[in-house]
RNA sequence: GCUGAAGUGGUGGAAUUGGUAGACACGUUGGACUUAAAAUCCAAUGUCCAUUAGGACGUACGGGUUCAAGUCCCGUCUUCAGUACCA
């Protein structure tokens, strides 16, 4: 019997389907634990190999953690709105309900193959309105509170509603815009229901606000940054303006602190962690207040600045203000005003791109106004400079020339003075910004004193006369929610008066309305704008027709749609109880399950994904939805797997016919081997030589060219192979020029390629019509491809497709072999060629257990060799699983069958207990093998083996013997001799008299158990 | 610039707390089997010197600590990822 992978992994795949094996129970005795990967997009090119690796390695632990004895969750599902869909409806007309209900089929055709532990019964899709309806659902909790800092947590809008209608606002301590004005209780009470919804709009947690958006006329959509290249459009090359627009966008800035001290409590990595720590931005300093000496009009401004070294304000030599800064038209004097116009239009034609890049280059402008020094009352200039972002604080600084590198630069480029303000310091060539070592001085009451302490007594004095406070600043920003997209979820949202209005939750899901374009409208309106039945009757609360809109009972429907993040900020819940259609999850799941254990997916997610969900958790805390604030214990991120391009080299230059010293002709190509052309490279001089037909003699060129005999051979048959292929072109020959032999590299599909870098030249062919007359140069008689690394995509050639892998290694081999490339974290290269050797594995194992003549296994009492192997490898195995270092589990198990195999063994006591331990890994074969030793359940539950540590205990050890460090034998010892006794064993040792040569040793290191060092 | 990760044979990668560098594979070379190929099996395979015995050099580079360094310390370089001139 042979090892028949595909008709083995068929059977098993579906018993595991038919008795739903994997489904995991909210109901359970057993602890429980909860496995997930990130969400994938079903996109219409289905997987390719790099995509499952993430998901092998979770599959792996959480058939671990069944062996383990957990209830384990380890569900699937899809992130299934999104912009290709979309554009695909756009150019074919298809709705992307249906393309993406495809891709979801090719999907799961391709992951079932690979044999994982899903429960597929929680399958969840975002597009699905089941699904969708609690996105709406929590849209409109988030709409319906806002964030109380006093109680430091989202609070339900009725109680600011309250406050508001007792006392005003003069008391609450919100998170929300910064421009909210004052008012008394009797105020509130007096304004109309618009103007009170107004008020409320700036404290909700979800709010309609105007934003700065990239603005694309002519595809009549807003583009992400990274949509635009150089100015225009990356799809095609349009102008884009900034533009205004008004957006639903989300408060995260409330959470800021949260999020950032949240990160404390998860295990992720450093890497991932550092990233939201930046993206969030937090900055301690204090906010100061600099009144703008008036000017000739009389009119007094303030300039407000953002500092985090508030202990340097008496170092202040001048201002700057960002160019974009709305104060700067208003105090520029007239002297100054061409100048500063001239800098502002030229800061705004460099795009923010290359003020990053650039950062050597010192501008700036001085604007003809001075602030007061709001304690020495000096007068101080106020310049602008692109070197200080409009987004950030206040848009303006305080420069302190001596304590900041870049006010520095800009001081001395200027001609500005640089007070020096630190006790001790040289400040000549550089500012000083060690805050650790500052002592502060001319700084009056500042005096002598440490940052610390200077920090604490300037806020002090600023807020006793009244020019400031302490202040934390942070980077994070408010996030957007609306896109002017059509495959996105609806908002639950109608407008009454231009006042936003939540429709009902128990009205949900508003279903993504049909549409004929799924283009923006030619007023330039989202997509849904093109829907006939969009208007929200508030009397049957129903979706209705356009016409009827009356703005009495019925209004219009928000056009915008929720971005791809909505669904995917929550899904991790859902699938704790995916099919409830009173919640979105029940109490007694979301209490079972509570987060996640372990999270895998990729580092690109850092600041998106993974902060926007980690925002909504905290926020369905604080309103008592979920039971705990963090929704992922530990998350690893699987590094991408990348292709191993393949080139052939096209011969680029003349040739030499009777016409022409050199004539090219781009229909007749030569394709010449990697390693001729290598050689051709090496001794260029040689073959032009030849091909002028200088007259040398044999011994002359070898020494002329220094070069051997040998090379000469391969140099000349290379030469004569060209000058035959270069006839068979109808040409004379190459026409070789001196010291220049052009070549392009051209990708080649990888899968032409075999283990040996040996291209199949028919297939090439076949597929490249326009090289079917071409030449090719070999070297040993085959055509040998150039390797490179590069990412796997479709326009290099050096995709591959996982089906491929399965039908001809199966998927227990795919499943080990990509394990076994490397650690899971890290960017590697695939290589088909090396799945022979898992696959040879797996062969090898299948003999193991399986003769000519059917089962070899037996009751055999195991030796002590065979409980040996089968013990350390239960101990390496289950510290890699643990470690997730499955790469090196992989080895372990090859290991563990070259030695089985070695020993004879068919002991039952050893055989079973491997298949344990493989089955994470391999599943199918493990299942297979284990229904052969007369198992009647499934593998998939049985206990994982004891480690037993009493039969690795060894008598003795072979001693690696040193000599100043170096090994030069070694010598088998037993491991209770002491530790004198060993050294006068090896010092007796004839080896060791022979390495000492009669020298005595100076000292003899002995580490019992481990080595022996002789130092002499 | 900053932050994070990494740099070991022809290739992917092992190496516990500082203790035999290169496990396990791929590839290559040689051999067995076969009419032949594939498959399978066996052997060799870091580089250099040496017929052998053996020796020298080797973990990006330069130093250091140590009986002993891929591993620890200092400095430099390179690659990859993220990013924000963040006051």
Known sequence: MTYNFNEIE???????????????????????????????????????????LGYIASDIYARYKRHQGFNVLHPQGYDSFGLPAEQYAIQTGQHPAITTAENIKTYRRQLDQIGFSFDWSREVRTSDPSYYKWTQWIFIQLFNSWYNNDSNKAEDISTLVSVFSAEGNANVNAVCDDDVE?????????????????????????????????WCPALGTVLANDEIVNGVSERGGHSVIRKKMTQWSMRISAYAERLLQGLDKIDWTDSLKESQRNWIGKSVGASVTFNVIANKANQSHKIEVFTTRPDTIFGVS???????????????????????????????????????ADVKTISGAFTGAYAEHPFTKEPIPVWIGDYVLAGYGTGAVMSVPCGDQRDYDFAKHFNISIPNIFEGEDISEEAFSDKEKTVIANSDFLDGMNYKKATKRAIFELEKIGHGQGKTNYRLRDAVFSRQRYWGEPFPVYYVNGMPQMIEAEHLPIKLPEVEKYLPTETGEPPLGNATVWAWCTETNQVVSNDKINNTTIHPLELNTMPGWAGSSWYFNRYMDAHNTEEFASKEALNYWKDVDLYIGGSEHATGHLLYSRFWQKFLFDKGEVPVDEFAKKLINQGMILGTSAFVYIYDGGFASKEADSE????????????????????LELFHDLWKSNPQTKAEILTNYRIDEETFIKVKDLYNSLLVASGNLGFISIAWLNGVFPARPIHANVSFVNSSDELDIEAFINWREEYKDAEFVLEDGVYKVGREVEKMSKSKYNV??????????????????????????????????????????LKKLWKLYVGEEGLNVNDAEPTKDNLKTLHKTIKKV?????????????????????????????????????????????????????????????????????????????????YPISFNGKMRFTLELPLDMSKDEIEKTVLAHEKTQEQLQGR????????????VNIVG
């Open 10 to 52: 068929a059977k098993w795949q579906k018993y595991w389907a038919e008795n739903k094996t994997f489904k995991a129970e909210n109901n359970s005795e057993k602890p429980k634990y909860y496995v997930l990967d990130m969400f994938p997009y079903p996109s219409g090119a289905g997987l390719h190999v790099g995509h499952p």
């Open 182 to 214: 004052a008012f008394s209780a009797d105020d509130w009470n007096g304004f109309d229901t618009v103007k009170q919804q107004e008020i409320l709009l700036q404290y909700r947690l979800t709010y309609l606000a105007e934003t700065e958006v990239n």
């Open 1000 to 1011: 005595t040793p100076k000292k003899v290191i002995v580490v019992p158990g481990k080595i």
């Open 878 to 958: 289950q510290e890699d699983i643990e470690n997730f270092s499955f790469n090196t589990s992989v080895s372990t198990f090859m290991i563990a069958v070259n030695e089985l195999t070695v020993q004879k063994c068919t002991s039952k006591q050893i055989l079973e207990p491997l298949l344990v331990l493989l089955s994470p890994y391999a599943p199918h074969v493990s299942e297979e093998l284990w229904n052969q030793l007369g198992n009647s359940e499934s593998i998939s539950t049985a206990p994982f083996p004891e480690f037993d540590a009493s039969h690795l205990v060894e008598s003795s050890k072979n």
């Open 318 to 356: 001048f201002m700057t203000l960002a160019p974009e800064h709305e104060l700067v038209s208003q105090i520029t004097t007239p002297e100054q005003k061409a100048e500063v116009e001239a800098y502002i239009l030229a800061t705004a034609k460099r795009s923010e791109r290359d003020r990053m």
């Open 664 to 683: 090219s002709d781009s229909s007749k190509n030569l394709i010449i081997s990697k390693g001729a052309l290598e050689l051709i490279y090496k001794h």
């Open 800 to 841: 591959v497709n996982p089906d491929n892998i399965v039908a001809d290694y199966g998927a227990d081999s795919l499943r080990l072999y990509e394990m076994f490339l490397g650690p899971l974290e890290q960017y590697k290269p695939w290589n088909t060629a090396g799945i022979t050797g898992v696959h040879n594995f």
